[in-house]
């Protein structure tokens, strides 16, 4: 499975972005999905993760409430709609494939990664 995210940008605090992670293969929808993200000097975090058939998600305390992972079997696409955003959302997003989980190593395929910059 090929990953490749886009849709990041530079966003003014209180506003919103929708990432987009198109997925190659005919096997996009065996596996779950997840966004994770990495701030200047920092360590790679979870964001959040979709089931295969996405009917189940999973998101980061700090982004609960605020953003909506969501999929597209059809379109071999994940999405992570992000609203309400804070000057520390500011980080490279990434979209995985892999198993259901929380863990980085979980994830077997990952994206090139796409800039959110949030302005205060």
């Known amino acids: 499975v090929q990953l490749q995210a886009y849709g990041g940008g530079l966003v003014q605090a209180g506003g919103s972005l929708r990432l987009s992670c198109a997925a190659s293969g005919r096997t996009f929808s065996s596996y779950a999905m997840a966004w994770f993200r990495q701030a200047p000097g920092k360590e790679r975090e979870f964001v959040a993760t979709?089931?295969?058939?996405?009917?189940?998600?999973v998101y980061a305390e700090s982004v609960k409430g605020r953003f909506t992972i969501s999929r597209d079997n059809a379109k071999n696409t994940v999405y992570l709609q992000m609203g309400s955003l804070k000057p520390e959302d500011t980080a490279v997003y990434y979209c995985?494939?892999?198993?259901?989980?929380?863990?980085?190593?979980?994830?077997?395929?990952w994206g090139q990664g796409t800039l959110v910059t949030v302005s205060s």
């Open positions: 979709i089931s295969w058939s996405g009917g189940s998600t």
């Open positions: 995985a494939a892999g198993a259901y989980r929380r863990a980085a190593d979980a994830y077997a395929y």
